[in-house]
């Protein structure tokens, strides 16, 4: 069973950093591209920032150069570091990880994790 644990979340002041974390279980880790998703109050559910299986990151424009995501393949953990964090980040924070199973793709997602940015 696919299991995804997100951890690292909390209130912060602006300009603040976080670093979040998401241990994966029941997946061969490595070879899955993973993501981070937000979801703020009143909006839809957005990409962050994602991270291949060879370690090609890509992220949302506004986060380029404030967040990094990162993953260590002998944990099963994918990390988000976001440093200059806006209120407007404010948001819970889900990993994601979309696997193909009998050919058929399926999305897990953790529980997710608060962040909210205020001072």
């Known amino acids: 069973q696919v299991q995804l644990v997100e951890s690292g979340g909390g209130l912060v002041q602006p300009g603040g950093s976080l670093r979040l974390s998401c241990a994966a279980s029941?997946?061969?880790?490595?070879?899955?591209?993973m993501d981070w998703y937000r979801q703020a109050p009143g909006k839809q559910r957005e990409l962050v920032a994602t991270?291949?299986?060879?370690?090609?990151?890509n992220y949302l424009d506004s986060v380029k150069g404030r967040f990094t995501i990162s993953r260590d393949n002998a944990k099963s953990t994918v990390y988000l570091q976001m440093n200059g964090l806006q209120p407007e980040d404010t948001a819970v924070y889900y990993c994601?990880?979309?696997?193909?199973?009998?050919?058929?793709?399926?999305?897990?997602w953790g529980q997710g994790t608060q962040v909210t940015v205020s001072s």
């Open positions: 994601h990880v979309r696997r193909r199973e009998r050919g058929t793709p399926r999305d897990y």
């Open positions: 991270i291949s299986s060879g370690g090609s990151t």
């Open positions: 029941g997946i061969i880790f490595s070879i899955y591209a």
